[in-house]
């Protein structure tokens, strides 16, 4: 016997050691790719970047860097940052803001290399703006997928929830003519989705991802339905009418900042309310402690008096309701139209987040977040005439998505009896 545990841990050694130096070679090779790719190869010239959009009540001056010294600087910032990853052993703090560190460094040697040269810089307020727009429906499935799997119920239909939220969002306000109307309507059809779900994965115990998986379908072949059958005859049955940005006195006019944070549709502040009310309910109150008893040894609630069933329910319909928010703003909140298989997988790019956010909401609009900004990322990247095949941009959201569960999430723990069905004794 010790002979076999002599051997297992000599074996587990080399893999402990070498998944050390995973992420120093990551932020050298970063570093790297920094002076050589971007600050070899960049124009001549400065790169510019905007810190005001049109209209501000300030302006504030741009900013104009040397590209190529730029890049050098940042790189080396990165070898260092790795280097020094290699020589210590950071806590879990330190880890994370060198990971956000060295990620930093190469965007900027990235937007200082595509910027260089052009007439036309890239502006950082604009940029962010678009992020939090891309990163809205992201935000509402993750959280939607918290309230889920904190309670035990794997929820893969988001996709589905963001759908039919979509549709009934701009089917209603288009009716009705009322876009609050619309966005609890779309809200609503999240919510009967998620009904569903509890129905089939609470009561029948159907497997839940084959569940999810069928209820995407069913959501994408319904809503596709009814838009070839109501929509495309009747045009007034999705007229466009989208919701006009709310300024903040006072704080909208903050430069940099105010724009972006404080100068939105109610979607935003939808979401700053959720946040703020999920991530306080699930950790700070004794509805979150019943919560995460559920999702993670239902027997012993039941034992001391939780209804483990009745919580479940409550809890994946309120995550539909969530959801079917982020599918309303796909709709009312941005184009106003609605078509075919809108939500483009974002539904199970929320549900990564979820993941990459260790089933936390903070976590989860983190990660929302930073798949957004990968849009956004693209899509201005696009517009820079960039020696990069469009259709390689147009994959950056889906490859960030799978880099970071896949390599950056690292051991994450899901709650105990998430996807287990529960039958009382």
């Known amino acids: 016997m010790e002979r076999v545990t002599t051997l297992t841990a000599s074996l587990r050694v080399p893999t402990t050691v070498s998944r050390r130096y995973v992420a120093p070679v990551a932020f050298i090779l970063l570093g790297v790719i920094d002076i050589v790719l971007f600050g070899f190869f960049a124009h001549a010239g400065h790169a510019t970047f905007g810190l005001s959009i049109s209209g501000a009540g300030v302006q504030v001056p741009d900013i104009h860097a040397p590209a190529a010294l730029v890049c050098y600087i940042v790189g080396a910032i990165s070898i260092a940052i790795g280097i020094w990853r290699g020589v210590a052993e950071p806590g879990r703090l330190a880890a994370r803001l060198s990971i956000a560190g060295a990620l930093i460094c190469f965007l900027i040697a990235l937007l200082c290399w595509a910027d260089a040269g052009n007439s036309t810089g890239v502006n950082l307020v604009s940029l962010f703006q678009q992020t939090f727009a891309a990163s809205l429906p992201l935000v509402f499935g993750a959280l939607a997928g918290c309230m889920c799997e904190r309670s035990g119920v794997i929820n893969i239909a988001i996709e589905g929830q963001l759908l039919v939220g979509a549709f009934a969002g701009a089917a209603i306000a288009s009716a009705v003519g009322s876009l609050t109307f619309g966005l609890i309507s779309g809200s609503l059809a999240g919510g009967l989705l998620g009904l569903l779900l509890a129905v089939f994965a609470i009561n029948f115990l159907v497997d839940q991802i084959i569940l999810g998986v069928v209820l995407n379908v069913l959501a994408l072949g319904l809503t596709g339905f009814l838009y070839d059958r109501l929509m495309v005859p009747n045009a007034n049955l999705n ?187």
């Open 239 to 425: 007229s466009g009418n989208t919701f006009n940005a709310i300024k903040i006195p006072l704080l909208g006019d903050i430069p940099i900042i105010g724009p972006i944070f404080f100068d939105s549709t109610i979607f935003l502040y939808i979401a700053y309310a959720l946040i703020i009310l999920i991530q306080v309910g699930l950790f700070r109150t004794r509805w979150g402690l019943r919560v995460r008893a559920v999702g993670e040894h239902p027997t012993a609630a039941d034992t001391v008096g939780i209804r483990v069933l009745w919580i479940r329910y409550r809890n994946v319909v309120l995550g539909g309701m969530v959801a079917g928010i982020g599918g309303a703003f796909l709709t009312i909140g941005s184009v106003g139209f609605f078509n075919k298989d809108i939500s483009s997988g974002e539904g199970f790019i929320a549900l990564a987040a979820m993941i990459f956010g260790r089933w936390t909401p903070l976590g989860s609009v983190a990660a929302s977040l930073l798949f957004g900004f990968a849009t956004t990322l693209a899509l201005v990247l696009s517009t820079l005439n960039i020696p990069i095949p469009s259709f390689f941009l147009l994959m950056t959201p889906y490859v960030a998505t799978i880099v970071a569960v896949a390599g950056l999430v690292g051991k994450v723990r899901a709650p105990a009896a998430d996807g287990k069905p529960y039958v009382k004794a």
